[in-house]
Protein backbone atom coordinates (compact mmCIF):
# COMPACT_ATOMS: atom_id res chain seq x y z
CA UNK A 1 0.00 0.00 0.00
CA UNK A 2 1.38 3.44 -0.85
CA UNK A 3 1.84 5.70 2.20
CA UNK A 4 -0.12 8.59 0.89
CA UNK A 5 -2.84 7.11 -2.06
CA UNK A 6 -5.39 9.91 -3.63
CA UNK A 7 -7.70 9.63 -6.73
CA UNK A 8 -5.75 11.28 -9.52
CA UNK A 9 -9.23 12.11 -11.11
CA UNK A 10 -9.69 14.07 -13.24
CA UNK A 11 -12.54 15.48 -11.71
CA UNK A 12 -14.81 17.32 -14.51
CA UNK A 13 -17.33 19.16 -12.45
CA UNK A 14 -19.22 22.90 -13.37
CA UNK A 15 -18.99 26.41 -11.69
CA UNK A 16 -20.86 26.48 -8.60
CA UNK A 17 -20.68 23.00 -8.05
CA UNK A 18 -19.07 21.20 -4.65
CA UNK A 19 -16.57 18.90 -4.95
CA UNK A 20 -14.56 16.84 -2.23
CA UNK A 21 -11.12 14.83 -2.32
CA UNK A 22 -9.78 12.18 -0.12
CA UNK A 23 -6.57 11.03 0.63
CA UNK A 24 -5.37 8.19 2.87
CA UNK A 25 -1.96 7.69 4.57
CA UNK A 26 -0.94 4.19 5.79
CA UNK A 27 1.16 5.78 8.56
CA UNK A 28 -0.95 5.92 11.83
CA UNK A 29 1.94 8.00 13.89
CA UNK A 30 1.77 10.85 11.00
CA UNK A 31 1.34 13.84 13.09
CA UNK A 32 0.32 17.10 10.75
CA UNK A 33 -1.64 17.29 7.37
CA UNK A 34 -1.42 19.81 4.58
CA UNK A 35 -3.33 20.89 1.64
CA UNK A 36 -1.20 22.09 -1.82
CA UNK A 37 -2.46 23.01 -5.09
CA UNK A 38 -0.30 23.41 -8.14
CA UNK A 39 -1.14 24.76 -11.18
CA UNK A 40 0.21 23.39 -14.67
CA UNK A 41 4.30 24.25 -14.70
CA UNK A 42 4.14 26.28 -11.62
CA UNK A 43 5.51 25.20 -8.03
CA UNK A 44 2.96 23.58 -5.59
CA UNK A 45 1.44 25.91 -3.14
CA UNK A 46 0.11 25.51 0.24
CA UNK A 47 -3.88 25.88 0.39
CA UNK A 48 -4.37 24.88 3.89
CA UNK A 49 -3.10 22.93 6.89
CA UNK A 50 -5.60 20.05 8.63
CA UNK A 51 -6.42 20.32 11.81
CA UNK A 52 -7.72 17.75 14.10
CA UNK A 53 -10.91 19.57 14.66
CA UNK A 54 -11.34 20.37 11.09
CA UNK A 55 -10.83 23.79 9.23
CA UNK A 56 -11.99 25.98 7.21
CA UNK A 57 -10.92 28.85 5.23
CA UNK A 58 -13.88 30.58 2.67
CA UNK A 59 -15.03 28.32 0.53
CA UNK A 60 -12.59 25.23 1.45
CA UNK A 61 -13.06 23.01 4.51
CA UNK A 62 -10.09 20.46 5.21
CA UNK A 63 -11.07 17.42 7.79
CA UNK A 64 -9.12 14.68 9.58
CA UNK A 65 -10.17 11.31 10.14
CA UNK A 66 -7.43 9.83 12.24
CA UNK A 67 -9.26 6.11 12.68
CA UNK A 68 -9.71 6.07 9.44
CA UNK A 69 -6.48 7.55 8.28
CA UNK A 70 -7.79 10.05 5.96
CA UNK A 71 -8.07 13.60 5.28
CA UNK A 72 -10.83 15.61 2.55
CA UNK A 73 -10.96 18.75 1.20
CA UNK A 74 -14.08 19.92 0.46
CA UNK A 75 -14.70 22.92 -2.17
CA UNK A 76 -17.75 24.93 -2.19
CA UNK A 77 -19.13 27.21 -5.26
CA UNK A 78 -16.22 26.25 -7.38
CA UNK A 79 -14.95 28.46 -9.70
CA UNK A 80 -12.95 28.50 -12.65
CA UNK A 81 -9.70 29.29 -11.09
CA UNK A 82 -9.74 26.74 -9.15
CA UNK A 83 -8.93 24.47 -11.74
CA UNK A 84 -5.65 22.78 -10.80
CA UNK A 85 -4.19 19.35 -8.96
CA UNK A 86 -4.41 19.31 -5.47
CA UNK A 87 -1.82 17.36 -3.57
CA UNK A 88 -2.09 16.30 0.38
CA UNK A 89 0.96 15.92 2.10
CA UNK A 90 1.66 14.08 5.32
CA UNK A 91 4.51 14.79 7.69
CA UNK A 92 5.92 12.43 9.84
CA UNK A 93 6.17 11.79 13.89
CA UNK A 94 9.23 13.47 15.47
CA UNK A 95 11.91 11.49 16.39
CA UNK A 96 12.44 10.14 12.52
CA UNK A 97 12.99 10.83 9.35
CA UNK A 98 11.28 14.46 8.93
CA UNK A 99 10.64 13.75 5.27
CA UNK A 100 7.01 14.91 4.06
CA UNK A 101 5.20 12.63 1.92
CA UNK A 102 3.19 14.29 -0.87
CA UNK A 103 0.23 12.36 -2.85
CA UNK A 104 0.33 12.08 -6.58
CA UNK A 105 -2.58 14.61 -6.67
CA UNK A 106 -5.93 14.77 -7.68
CA UNK A 107 -6.69 16.97 -10.58
CA UNK A 108 -9.67 19.48 -10.43
CA UNK A 109 -11.21 20.57 -13.99
CA UNK A 110 -14.09 23.36 -13.90
CA UNK A 111 -16.11 23.73 -16.63
CA UNK A 112 -18.40 26.91 -17.47
CA UNK B 1 10.69 39.06 -1.78
CA UNK B 2 11.39 36.67 0.87
CA UNK B 3 10.28 33.10 -0.31
CA UNK B 4 12.32 30.52 -2.24
CA UNK B 5 14.02 31.60 -4.54
CA UNK B 6 15.51 28.92 -7.11
CA UNK B 7 17.41 29.73 -10.29
CA UNK B 8 18.11 29.34 -13.04
CA UNK B 9 14.06 29.18 -14.09
CA UNK B 10 15.28 27.12 -17.26
CA UNK B 11 18.50 25.11 -17.99
CA UNK B 12 19.62 23.22 -20.98
CA UNK B 13 22.92 20.89 -21.08
CA UNK B 14 23.54 18.93 -23.64
CA UNK B 15 24.53 15.22 -22.78
CA UNK B 16 27.48 14.46 -20.73
CA UNK B 17 27.31 18.15 -19.44
CA UNK B 18 27.32 19.16 -15.96
CA UNK B 19 24.13 21.02 -13.92
CA UNK B 20 23.95 22.78 -11.09
CA UNK B 21 20.58 24.01 -9.74
CA UNK B 22 20.50 26.67 -6.92
CA UNK B 23 17.94 27.61 -3.93
CA UNK B 24 17.75 30.26 -1.44
CA UNK B 25 15.43 29.23 1.20
CA UNK B 26 13.02 31.49 3.06
CA UNK B 27 14.70 34.24 5.43
CA UNK B 28 15.32 32.08 8.67
CA UNK B 29 14.59 28.61 7.27
CA UNK B 30 17.26 26.40 7.45
CA UNK B 31 15.89 23.44 6.38
CA UNK B 32 16.10 22.51 2.66
CA UNK B 33 14.65 19.83 0.74
CA UNK B 34 14.79 19.19 -3.10
CA UNK B 35 12.57 17.46 -5.12
CA UNK B 36 12.36 16.30 -8.84
CA UNK B 37 8.97 15.94 -10.71
CA UNK B 38 8.39 14.73 -13.96
CA UNK B 39 5.89 15.80 -16.51
CA UNK B 40 2.07 14.59 -15.78
CA UNK B 41 3.97 12.69 -12.18
CA UNK B 42 3.70 13.30 -8.47
CA UNK B 43 6.39 15.02 -7.15
CA UNK B 44 9.59 12.83 -5.80
CA UNK B 45 11.60 13.45 -2.65
CA UNK B 46 15.64 13.90 -3.62
CA UNK B 47 17.49 14.89 -0.54
CA UNK B 48 17.04 16.60 2.77
CA UNK B 49 19.21 19.25 3.94
CA UNK B 50 20.40 21.44 6.72
CA UNK B 51 22.79 24.04 6.93
CA UNK B 52 26.03 21.87 6.05
CA UNK B 53 24.42 18.22 6.74
CA UNK B 54 23.07 16.54 4.63
CA UNK B 55 19.86 15.12 6.83
CA UNK B 56 18.79 12.34 4.53
CA UNK B 57 19.25 12.05 0.66
CA UNK B 58 17.74 8.04 0.32
CA UNK B 59 15.95 9.54 -2.56
CA UNK B 60 19.12 10.77 -4.56
CA UNK B 61 20.62 8.40 -7.22
CA UNK B 62 23.89 7.56 -6.22
CA UNK B 63 25.93 8.30 -8.66
CA UNK B 64 26.29 11.63 -10.71
CA UNK B 65 23.98 13.49 -8.15
CA UNK B 66 25.19 15.44 -5.06
CA UNK B 67 23.41 18.24 -3.03
CA UNK B 68 25.02 20.54 -0.36
CA UNK B 69 23.50 23.63 1.51
CA UNK B 70 27.11 25.23 2.29
CA UNK B 71 27.05 27.55 5.90
CA UNK B 72 26.77 30.74 3.88
CA UNK B 73 25.14 30.90 0.16
CA UNK B 74 22.75 28.80 -1.27
CA UNK B 75 21.60 25.11 -1.46
CA UNK B 76 23.00 23.72 -4.83
CA UNK B 77 22.13 20.23 -6.36
CA UNK B 78 24.89 19.03 -8.97
CA UNK B 79 24.00 16.99 -11.71
CA UNK B 80 27.13 15.62 -13.43
CA UNK B 81 27.28 13.85 -17.17
CA UNK B 82 24.08 14.48 -17.33
CA UNK B 83 21.59 12.22 -19.80
CA UNK B 84 18.16 12.61 -20.91
CA UNK B 85 16.24 10.81 -18.43
CA UNK B 86 17.92 13.94 -16.16
CA UNK B 87 15.36 16.21 -17.98
CA UNK B 88 12.29 16.99 -15.42
CA UNK B 89 11.59 20.51 -13.37
CA UNK B 90 13.37 20.37 -10.11
CA UNK B 91 11.50 22.20 -6.77
CA UNK B 92 13.24 23.29 -4.02
CA UNK B 93 11.35 23.58 -0.84
CA UNK B 94 12.79 25.03 2.78
CA UNK B 95 11.27 24.97 6.24
CA UNK B 96 11.57 26.56 9.39
CA UNK B 97 12.34 23.50 11.18
CA UNK B 98 11.96 19.88 11.18
CA UNK B 99 9.02 19.46 9.38
CA UNK B 100 7.00 17.90 12.19
CA UNK B 101 4.28 20.67 12.40
CA UNK B 102 5.38 22.61 9.98
CA UNK B 103 4.60 23.03 6.14
CA UNK B 104 6.90 23.42 3.21
CA UNK B 105 7.55 26.66 0.64
CA UNK B 106 8.28 25.66 -2.85
CA UNK B 107 10.52 27.77 -4.85
CA UNK B 108 9.49 28.43 -8.71
CA UNK B 109 11.18 25.28 -9.79
CA UNK B 110 14.33 25.07 -12.46
CA UNK B 111 12.92 23.31 -15.56
CA UNK B 112 16.14 21.32 -17.25
CA UNK B 113 16.25 20.28 -20.13
CA UNK B 114 18.24 17.92 -21.92
CA UNK B 115 19.64 17.67 -25.31
Known amino acids: RKEVEQDPGPFNVPEGATVAFNCTYS??????FFWYRQDCRKEPKLLMS???SGNEDGRFTAQLNRASQYISLLIRDSKLSDSATYLCVVNPTSGGSYIPTFGRGTSLIVHP | NAGVMQNPRHLVRRRGQEARLRCSPM?????VYWYRQLPEEGLKFMVYLQKENIIDESGMPKERFSAEFPKEGPSILRIQQVVRGDSAAYFCASSLQEASNQPQHFGDGTRLSIL
Open chain 2, 27 to 31: KGHSH
Open chain 1, 27 to 32: NSASQS
Open chain 1, 50 to 52: VYS
